[in-house]
């Protein structure tokens, strides 16, 4: 288990023509090739900005935090999550008049960005599953010391896994088992209490497979909190972290044109 709150991270800005980001890395670093997982914030402050549609080589969750704009065909707006399987296109991400910020989440590097419809040519196999949800964080809390869980994607064959978590003060819940891949426990609003130190909003918690199910406790406004699982690795490509580590590639493909500092 690890705990990272957005104070605890590096940036790195990154410019295009249709774009310019702030990226935080949370676990990992975003934008290049390493083992372990890789989990980071991105902020596009101006309004209009556009990553066009493209897919990666491994499965991932995004989940708008800030902001609100386009994810795909539909309008997107805070806490919305989409999950899309690796050599599966989406997009674009489009921000509104706010811009738009949201997380990426991945048990495992992905080795580039890769747009369509120019890199069709390089999808292994059939595309796969393309998901979006949406997490109200407008509900009503609970009461002090009650909470609830609200099923907001289930896949069965492989444990995907989709949770919106409320807690009221100074609430307590178990989450769920860690039967797929990685957990991943975003705190939206309030705090929650882990190794006595209080987690705020943007705050990310991780669980390998097979870690015992995490004790989420609110802070005393209470919490909301997302809870994402990846699927267990399987014969599907891109699923398994594992064989992931064994690509050849050493430095990531970055889209045309984009410039860091």
Known sequence: ?????????????????T????????YGVAATVHDGPQTFHVSMPDAG????????????YQ????????????????????????????????????????????AACATGYFPMPESRKLIQGKPGRNIA??????QPLPAADQSSKEKLLEAKEDNTLVYGIRLGPNA?????????GDQYYLVCTGSVIQDGKEAPPLSMIRLERG??????????KGAAVLLMQLPMPTARIGSDPGKLADRKTEQYKLPEGVTVD
């Open 63 to 106: 989940v708008i935090v800030q902001g609100g704009g386009r994810l795909g065909p539909g309008e997107a707006a805070p806490v919305a999550f989409h999950y899309a399987d690796a050599y599966t296109p989406y997009g674009p991400i489009v921000g509104g008049k706010d811009g738009i910020s949201f997380f990426t989440i991945r």
């Open 1 to 17: 288990m690890k705990l990272v709150s957005f104070n605890d991270t590096s940036s790195k800005e990154y410019q295009s023509k």
């Open 19 to 26: 774009y310019r980001s702030v990226v935080n890395s949370y």
């Open 172 to 180: 307590s819940v178990q989450g769920e088992p860690t039967n797929g």
């Open 211 to 220: 870690e015992s199910p995490l004790t989420l406790k609110a802070g005393p």
């Open 49 to 60: 900005s556009t990553i066009e549609p493209h897919f990666h080589d491994v499965d991932q």
């Open 133 to 138: 949800g949406q997490f109200d964080i407008n």
